[in-house]
């Protein structure tokens, strides 16, 4: 069997959370392959809304087990706390077994998210927009060779190696922005938290998966921030540290490239984004608050307000190349329900000349979009078939697919799981 992928295409928060979800039933793994709690996948489960940043997606699934493998960096205090939230709603993923962890995973220090915190406040204007969880610094660390893993915390010397590595970046923060911090606290809170992980499977993701492809069983990567923010692909250097492409998928579960399968490119019906970075379709005038708080456009982490622009199929096409998707996804749909009128960036133009592909960010504030206008198609939160869908809806649709080539499986209609319609 294969592998499937299901990442982001534009900026991230396109609600990859719930078509993971809405699709690990077909699946008996779901993994997630790169990143950390930076990223904020909201889910709405028999009328719960759960945000997570650390666990997979199906882990509301008993049935599904749900790996974090080596590409993730994990903070153990924030999957402690998304551990106790699940439980406080009647999920005790302890219980339930269903959650294995790559001894290859690199750990999130507090002090990491520190260096992340006054790195990010040094910068001034020049912010790249860090969540500050400390994913910059641990995957810093990791390539220094001098980062600790999950597995480490079997080996004899790991409280020692925590500690001399959190002296070492005390000792950075001194030197480089004049900070001290109350070292043993953090280093007590830490390592209190990171008994968390011996209530769980560490294992070496590579074998396990390619053992459950070979039996036939299938498996799920979950893509977190989207392809506009990766490190060599994205608008750098306002992109994340990690690969969120379809290839990172073979690198932080050890899969090979030829047992990738499907590949899900999930995207907004428009476009936000986090922090600050390129975005030629973002919308100036008084509709951005509008499609701001009609999406419910706020960082599922942060609490940020989100950019807000029209759907850029430039960008867009970029990412599918990039990814090799096979399938796309709509999302979001039901926010543009409220908008007279709906705006899709058909090309820029760069100095006169017309570019349909994006390749590069550098000229980006000299692209002026070029828009084609599309009426609005009404309430469809109650819509579950696609003969129910309005004509206008169908044009649009049937429009993206002609313009992208790839088709369009579903459609989302509203936040929740149930709220799908399958073309």
């Given amino acids: 069997m294969k592998a499937d992928v299901v990442l982001g295409l534009q900026w991230g928060d396109e609600g990859k959370g719930k078509i993971v979800d809405v699709l690990c039933d077909r699946y008996q793994v779901v993994a997630r392959y790169h990143g950390g709690s930076n990223a904020g996948h909201t889910l709405e489960f028999n009328g719960q809304k759960v945000v997570l940043s650390v666990l997979p997606s199906g882990i509301f699934n008993r049935k599904i087990r749900n790996v974090i493998g080596s590409g993730v960096v994990l903070d153990v205090a924030a999957l402690r706390r998304e551990l106790n939230a699940l439980e406080s709603l009647g999920h005790r993923v302890i219980d339930w077994q269903n959650l294995l962890i790559s001894k290859k995973a690199h750990l999130v220090l507090p002090t990491h998210c520190l260096l992340d915190r006054f790195a990010e406040e040094r910068l001034g204007e020049r912010k790249i927009g860090s969540t500050q969880k400390g994913i910059a610094p ?14 480490d915390l079997l080996q004899p010397d790991f409280a020692l190696r925590c500690r001399k ?34 209530q769980f499977t560490l294992i070496d993701t590579e074998p396990v998966l390619q053992e459950i492809l070979n039996s036939g069983g299938r498996i799920l990567a979950e893509g977190a921030q989207a392809t506009l923010l990766d490190l060599d692909h994205g608008s750098y250097p306002f992109v994340t540290s990690s690969s969120t492409l379809s290839g990172g998928a073979c690198v932080g579960l050890g899969i090979a490239p030829q047992r990738i399968g499907e590949v899900y490119g999930v995207f907004k019906a428009y476009c936000t984004r986090v922090g600050n970075g390129p975005f030629p379709t973002e919308i100036k005038n008084g509709d951005t608050k ?37 399938k796309l996804i709509i999302t979001k749909v039901d926010v543009l329900s409220a908008m007279e009128t709906v705006q899709v960036c058909t090309h820029y133009l760069v100095d006169g000349k017309r570019m349909d592909l994006v390749s590069t960010w550098a000229d980006s504030d000299k692209a002026t979009p070029v828009f084609k206008e599309f009426k609005s198609w009404g309430n469809v939160n109650g819509i579950r078939e696609k003969s129910q869908l309005p ?22 209609v509203g936040p929740d799981r149930t709220q799908m319609v399958e073309r």
């Fill in 138 to 151: 641990a995957y810093a660390d990791k390539i220094l060779r001098k980062g600790i893993r999950v597995g």
């Fill in 165 to 198: 590595l959190m002296e070492d970046h005390a000792k950075q923060l001194q030197v480089l922005f004049s900070e001290e911090i109350d070292l043993e606290t953090l280093y007590q809170k830490f390592m209190e938290n990171i008994n968390i992980l011996r």
């Fill in 391 to 412: 004509v206008t809806l169908i044009d649009y649709v049937t429009f993206l697919e002609k313009e992208l080539g790839i088709p369009i499986v579903y459609v989302s």
């Fill in 290 to 326: 509008k499609l701001r708080e009609l999406g419910n456009e706020f960082g599922a982490v942060t609490k940020r307000p989100r950019r807000t622009g029209w759907l850029d199929l430039p960008a867009l096409k970029y990412a599918i190349m990039l990814n090799g998707v096979t």
